[in-house]
């Protein structure tokens, strides 16, 4: 399982081995984004650990179909990695989502505080008011 706190529509979710990655274990946190989206677009920001160099190509199908999905209202995805393999994928989900004509903003990080203030910051755009 995937340890991640919430705060205002804000996930952080920490991933510090790659087996962490896979969809079979995204199933708690799928369900509190669906809960949470009820309330309002949400963001995340993934701190991906040092131990995960590279990403199995089922993660980003995996969220693909969550960002496809009308009931997980999420606004932006910012993922925290010191490895180009992980951005690199981060950019290529991103284009994906793009294609698809998806409303989510998707970017790469090396700092995890830049990553939160540009979460917060789109989550916060997309809120009505």
């Known amino acids: 399982m995937s340890l991640f706190d919430v705060a205002g529509g804000l996930f952080l979710v920490r991933y510090d081995d790659p ?3 896979s969809p079979e274990r995204q199933r708690e946190l799928e369900a509190a984004l669906r809960a949470a989206s009820a309330a309002g677009p949400v963001g995340i920001v993934f701190l991906v650990g040092a131990g995960v160099r590279t990403v199995d190509p089922a993660v980003p199908q995996y969220w693909l179909g969550l960002t496809g999905d ?15 393999a992980v951005s690199i994928a981060t950019r290529g989900f991103s ?3 793009t294609l698809r004509d998806r ?12 990553a939160r203030a540009w979460v917060a910051e789109r989550v916060a755009a997309a809120r009505p008011g």
């Open 19 to 21: 087996e962490a990655l």
């Open 103 to 114: 409303s989510l903003d998707v970017k790469p990080f090396a700092d995890e505080a830049a």
């Open 70 to 84: 009308p009931g997980i209202r999420i606004a932006a995805m910012a993922i925290v990695t010191p490895h180009p």
């Open 95 to 97: 284009v994906a989502n």
